[in-house]
């Protein structure tokens, strides 16, 4: 799972497209006569299209599996096309969800692949996950006790990342008893006056940060922040060799032990990355979070636990109802209760106080949230979870098409949000 990724294709209508656009040969696959969306209970059919510069491939045989969302595939054969086309039955699925059909055909040696995923009244899709009764007096407990280390933060210059309009810090502040440090990115807008803030929490992994410059350039302090402890400016090697050795694994890490869970940590500094903010002199009191797949995760956590977030936009948010894998359905990443053997009382209590959903059970504030049907990293079965708990106001904008990535027109709408938010409703 890595940062969000962003990619400039085109929406095509009602296909599930997975060649790359240089690919002369294409499969597809498509519902039969209905959209991306069903009724419990409704069978539906699969349609795929073979084609080689856009000419319908015959007599070629396309293999098919069919199941639901991340669970094993219950569905299986073989079809041959006519004009490029052959249509298959997929069965139904009886309770809120998602089926998924993943073909694939070799021509000269070469496999293609693409998949397709049908929603079943994902609007009713509850999560699985209990509700700890301490669950937010843990977390202001454990917020209350991180404050009582001095932030200390550390602002330094990077001239060669400045713009014109634009100053960008190195930053890092105190976080956690242990007094590690949280390291990140800062973009300030070089004219005087008051602005809102926006916080970019990252996606899994071990890398270096970059500043999100571009809404700095729109009159927003704009923060980009890691988890690892790790200063920004390190020779790429040394993230490779720490996410392959000391790092590795890290989303498990002490997950036997609640309050030294890796992630316990990450949620102070992540947390405390508002109260670095609200210590800056030009910021107007406004601040939005934002990320992706961790990133999401975080975003959500952070409104939740922080009173002074007012905006929240979250993509195929992480950690969510990590116990579907215990309930018959898919789980969240890291898919921890994937494996039997983890699925012991206490490592279910334990992680029901990181679950994305129990956080977002207690957002409050608006929100834009963004996912795809074809995510198999933060299956859509985890994320509606998350997004069916939230009773704040708020935007969804799914796309069949997606992965684990946002298409260009979420993307956009996305930044969209956060714009019209940060500098219309938060004012400067």
Avoid at 153 to 181: A, D, F
Avoid at 293 to 320: C, D, E, R, T, W
Wanted: aromatic share 12%; glycine share 10%.
């Amino acid at each position: 799972m890595n940062r969000i990724l962003t990619f400039a294709v085109a929406l095509v209508a009602l296909c599930c497209y997975a060649g790359r656009v240089t690919d002369m040969v294409e499969l597809r696959v498509a519902p039969s006569g209905i959209g991306w969306n069903a009724e419990v209970g409704e069978g539906v059919s699969f349609t795929f299209m073979l084609t080689d510069n856009n000419v319908g491939l015959s007599g070629m045989f396309v293999e098919y599996e069919i199941g639901e969302d991340l669970m094993d595939y219950t569905i299986m054969g073989k079809v041959r096309l006519k004009d490029g086309q052959a249509t298959v039955k997929g069965g139904t699925l009886n309770h809120p969800g998602f089926l998924r059909c993943k073909a694939s055909c070799t021509i000269n040696g070469r496999k293609y692949t693409a998949m397709g995923t049908m929603a079943f009244a994902p609007d009713k899709i509850v999560p699985t996950v209990e509700m700890p009764a301490d669950f937010m007096s843990y977390w202001n407990g454990v917020m209350n006790k991180a404050r009582k280390t001095d932030l200390m933060p550390e602002m330094t210059l990077l001239p060669e990342k400045c713009t014109e309009t634009v100053n960008v810090y190195q930053i890092n502040y105190r976080v956690g008893s242990k007094r590690t440090r949280f390291y990140g990115m800062l973009a300030m807008p070089k004219k005087e006056g008051k602005y809102p803030a926006l916080i970019q929490y990252p996606g899994a992994g071990v890398y270096a940060i970059d500043a999100p410059v571009a809404f700095a350039e729109k009159g927003i302090i704009a923060m980009a922040v890691g988890i690892h402890s790790i200063p920004n400016d390190l020779d790429a090697s040394i993230y490779r060799d720490l996410e392959g050795g000391p790092l590795a694994g890290y989303p498990s890490m002490n997950i036997e032990r609640r309050d030294d869970y890796y992630y316990n940590r990450v949620i102070q500094g992540a947390v405390r990355a508002v109260d670095f903010i609200e210590s800056l002199p030009e910021f107007n009191g406004c601040v939005a979070t934002y990320g992706g797949s961790q990133g999401g995760y975080l975003s959500i956590v952070v409104a939740a636990l922080h009173p002074s977030v007012k905006y929240v936009a979250a993509n195929f948010p992480a950690m969510s109802d990590l116990t579907g894998y215990a309930n018959g359905r898919a789980g969240g990443w890291p898919h921890i209760f994937k494996d039997e053997k983890n699925r012991s009382p206490l490592l279910i209590k334990n992680l029901s106080y990181y679950d994305t959903v129990n956080f977002a059970r207690n957002i409050t504030v608006p929100g834009f949230y963004a996912f795809g049907f074809n995510d198999l990293t933060c299956a859509p079965t985890t994320t509606y979870s998350v997004y069916n708990s939230i009773s704040a106001p708020k935007t969804l904008y799914t796309a069949p098409l997606a992965g684990h990535f946002l298409l260009t027109e979420q993307a956009d709408a996305e930044r969209q949000a956060l714009l019209d938010f940060l500098l219309k409703e938060c004012g400067q």
